[in-house]
């Protein structure tokens, strides 16, 4: 079994780590397969890769070339399946195609409320686009998967007629590099609440509330400092990022905060370590690594009260009312005036790793799933 991945799409965040996660895991595993990826993205030199220069494209002429020239290339490698691992696949492809879909915000009517409405005209636009080519491609793959139960119930509720070809094989982590074994800090050893949220920068993020929350935590006479791994000009820069941008940016004058940037995937797990707390407020996810990361180094996780994140976490993370900084600032107190409850909080998470989110076991799933689609 052949397998050629279109990873085109990846750059940074969740499916960034995954591509490579995935290629190494092959790699390791002898598995006979070949990458697309871009020609700006950086693949361990002992895989089998394609560089394209697609993803420079505007979104009419990407398209074009998937359908046109990716095809051509999916034939030239003489592969036995295709494995569309970023939402967009091949309209009646040449091979048997397992299509990843992992953008549920397009589909979540929480986030389509509460931030579409803060797109230009041409973002709404390019969404709505987005969403379509996503169903086209949906409609055409053999096999669809999903990281979570909450994505797959979004596809169906958009198109009922595809129940039956989604499968959920949830993201794992490797607990060998995010261990709780690794030497931790005591609850704020040095009287400082240590707060991380880690995630690449989008509005629907949200890490202007828990600045607003740490604010109102050193107010209280509760010294908080809060690191997030984004970049301040980043921010600036996006459309709908106004509100964050000014909250962040108040935050670091008042040195309660620090920005550390895009982190090294394998600069982690000491990030981690080094915190008291993570915080996840986001309003929309299709799985969210850095839950599972937390959950595996054995950190208390506060996160939004959005279904995905009562679906990955379940017991091992106390919730906040999603737009409220009041919300999270009545968790946090909660948190830190109660040691036992920190401690079940990390034992739930250690469990719920070891029982769901093993990233060796995500990939065995994912060649049976191909295996069987072949089989078919």
Same mark, same amino acid.
């Given at each position: 079994?052949?397998?050629?991945?279109?990873?085109?799409?990846?750059?940074? $965040?969740?499916?960034? *780590?995954?591509?490579?996660?995935?290629?190494?895991?092959?790699?390791?595993?002898k598995?006979?397969?070949?990458?697309?990826?871009?020609?700006?993205?950086?693949l361990?030199?002992?895989?089998? /890769?394609?560089?394209?220069?697609?993803?420079?494209?505007?979104?009419?002429?990407?398209?074009?070339?998937?359908?046109v020239?990716?095809?051509? #290339?999916?034939?030239?490698?003489?592969?036995?399946?295709?494995?569309?691992?970023?939402?967009?696949?091949?309209? +009646?492809?040449?091979?048997?195609?397992?299509?990843?879909?992992?953008?549920?915000?397009?589909?979540?009517?929480?986030?389509?409320?509460?931030?579409?409405?803060?797109?230009?005209s041409? $973002?709404?636009?390019? &969404?709505?686009?987005?969403?379509?080519?996503?169903?086209?491609?949906?409609?055409?793959?053999?096999?669809?998967?999903?990281?979570?139960?909450?994505?797959?119930?979004?596809?169906?509720?958009?198109?009922?007629?595809?129940?039956?070809?989604?499968?959920?094989?949830?993201?794992? *982590?490797?607990?060998?590099?995010?261990?709780?074994?690794?030497a /931790? &800090?005591?609850?704020?050893?040095?009287?400082?609440?240590?707060?991380?949220y880690?995630?690449?920068?989008?509005?629907?993020?949200?890490?202007?509330?828990?600045?607003?929350?740490?604010?109102?935590?050193?107010?209280?006479? #509760?010294? +908080?400092h809060?690191?997030? *791994?984004?970049?301040?000009?980043?921010?600036?820069?996006? *459309?709908?990022?106004?509100?964050?941008?000014? %909250?962040?940016?108040?935050?670091?004058?008042?040195?309660?905060?620090?920005?550390? $940037?895009?982190?090294?995937?394998?600069?982690?797990?000491? #990030?981690?370590?080094?915190?008291?707390?993570?915080?996840?407020?986001?309003?929309s996810?299709?799985?969210?690594?850095?839950?599972?990361?937390?959950?595996?180094? $054995?950190?208390?996780?506060?996160?939004?009260?959005?279904?995905?994140?009562?679906?990955?976490?379940?017991?091992?993370?106390l919730?906040?009312?999603?737009?409220?900084?009041?919300?999270?600032?009545?968790?946090?107190? %909660?948190?830190?005036?109660?040691?036992?409850?920190?401690?079940?909080?990390?034992?739930?998470?250690?469990?719920?790793?070891?029982?769901?989110?093993?990233?060796?076991?995500?990939?065995?799933?994912?060649?049976?799933s191909? /295996?069987?689609?072949?089989? /078919?």
């Amino acid at each position: 079994m052949k397998i050629i991945i279109n990873a085109i799409s990846a750059k940074k $965040g969740g499916i960034a *780590t995954y591509t490579k996660n995935l290629a190494h895991s092959f790699s390791r595993m002898k598995v006979s397969s070949v990458f697309a990826v871009s020609n700006e993205f950086e693949l361990d030199s002992d895989v089998e /890769k394609v560089v394209v220069k697609a993803n420079r494209m505007d979104s009419f002429r990407r398209v074009l070339w998937e359908q046109v020239l990716w095809r051509k #290339i999916i034939k030239n490698h003489k592969a036995d399946i295709l494995y569309s691992s970023a939402n967009f696949g091949l309209l +009646s492809p040449p091979v048997p195609q397992v299509l990843l879909l992992r953008e549920g915000g397009l589909f979540d009517p929480f986030y389509l409320t509460n931030i579409g409405s803060l797109m230009s005209s041409r $973002g709404i636009f390019e &969404r709505m686009a987005r969403r379509y080519l996503m169903m086209a491609s949906a409609r055409s793959a053999d096999l669809i998967l999903t990281p979570s139960k909450t994505m797959r119930d979004q596809i169906i509720s958009w198109d009922n007629s595809l129940k039956n070809r989604i499968d959920v094989n949830y993201y794992g *982590t490797n607990t060998k590099m995010f261990t709780a074994k690794l030497a /931790k &800090r005591q609850w704020r050893e040095d009287q400082v609440l240590k707060i991380l949220y880690i995630s690449a920068y989008y509005p629907h993020k949200q890490p202007g509330l828990i600045a607003e929350a740490v604010k109102e935590l050193n107010l209280l006479g #509760i010294p +908080s400092h809060l690191t997030l *791994t984004m970049d301040i000009n980043v921010i600036k820069k996006t *459309t709908g990022g106004e509100k964050d941008f000014f %909250l962040l940016n108040k935050a670091i004058q008042q040195g309660q905060l620090t920005m550390v $940037g895009n982190a090294a995937y394998s600069d982690l797990p000491d #990030i981690y370590m080094n915190h008291d707390l993570f915080v996840f407020p986001s309003i929309s996810e299709t799985f969210g690594h850095p839950l599972a990361e937390a959950m595996s180094m $054995g950190i208390p996780i506060i996160a939004s009260d959005r279904p995905i994140h009562k679906e990955i976490c379940g017991d091992a993370a106390l919730y906040f009312s999603a737009l409220r900084p009041s919300s999270l600032l009545e968790k946090i107190q %909660l948190i830190d005036k109660n040691e036992a409850l920190r401690k079940s909080l990390i034992r739930s998470g250690l469990e719920n790793v070891n029982k769901k989110y093993i990233w060796d076991a995500h990939v065995d799933r994912l060649l049976d799933s191909f /295996k069987e689609v072949l089989q /078919k």
